[in-house]
């Protein structure tokens, strides 16, 4: 028995009005970020890495090598590492000055050594241009090695001029002729360059119109060599880091 085919229904505008809505697209998921913003992070963080490390590494070898190229050569080719090994040894000359200077310093605690300085120094001192070189070097370096820092605080001073606030390093207390300029207790103030903190402007304050800071010694000299890119944190209470907003909040209650 054959059947007969079923014949397509006609498609009118009624069939259209009652036909269903297509089903809304699925909510589409938030791009992620861009591949180049990826490497761009990734390279970021390298740099963040290995510079502080890599710049420390490349210091290091420059000073290493600063002091082979002027110790090395004083060094007895039989006793020189250089001259048996392949290849050379980085940081002998530095071990070498060491120990020089601690054997110097061993030799001259004794009689004959005390004897052999007192002898060197009256011969220098007798030098017209030799003597003012000698006893200036001679008073920075007893200075700086009997103290843990020639810098002992970080203060803030207003220089150079009102309502101008400078980062200095108190040096020491003003002595001698210094201090006939005023009654008052004077302390020596080290304003310190951009980015060498060992060079700068010396000047001579009262002690009551310099504000003394927290923060160490290395962290102001972080903050002068960085230019104020590295900031110390501030470890005052939260009241006197904040004084408006500590002010506000004690109106409200």
Not at 75 to 99: A, E, K, T, W
Request: aromatic fraction near 8%.
């Amino acid at each position: 028995m054959r059947i007969p085919p079923r014949r397509a229904r006609p498609y009118n505008e009624a069939m259209a009005m009652n036909a269903e809505p297509p089903p809304p697209p699925a909510a589409t998921l938030p791009l992620r970020p861009r591949f180049a913003q990826r490497l761009r992070a990734y390279f970021i963080a390298g740099i963040l890495i290995t510079a502080p490390i890599g710049i420390t590494i490349y210091l290091a070898k420059l000073f290493l090598d600063f002091v082979d190229a002027r110790v090395v050569p004083l060094i007895p080719r039989s006793y020189n590492p250089d001259s048996y090994l392949p290849f050379s040894v980085p940081g002998i000359g530095l071990v070498v000055l060491l120990v020089a200077l601690t054997l110097i310093g061993a030799l001259t605690a004794g009689y004959f050594g005390r004897l052999f300085l007192q002898t060197s120094e009256r011969v220098l001192v007798r030098m017209p241009v030799i003597r003012s070189l000698y006893s200036t070097v001679k008073q920075i370096v007893e200075t700086i090695l009997a103290n843990e820092t020639a810098f002992r605080e970080v203060v803030l001073i207003e220089y150079p001029r009102h309502g101008v606030w400078s980062l200095g390093f108190i040096t020491g207390n003003v002595q001698g002729e210094a201090r006939k300029v005023s009654d008052e207790e004077l302390v020596s103030v080290l304003i310190p360059t951009v980015p060498i903190p060992t060079a700068g402007y010396l000047v001579f304050m009262p002690r009551k119109d310099v504000i003394v800071l927290d923060m160490t010694v290395e962290e102001g000299m972080k903050m002068a060599i960085s230019g104020g890119i590295v900031t110390p944190p501030d470890r005052r209470p939260p009241e006197l880091q904040e004084p408006r907003l500590a002010a506000i909040k004690r109106a409200g209650e």
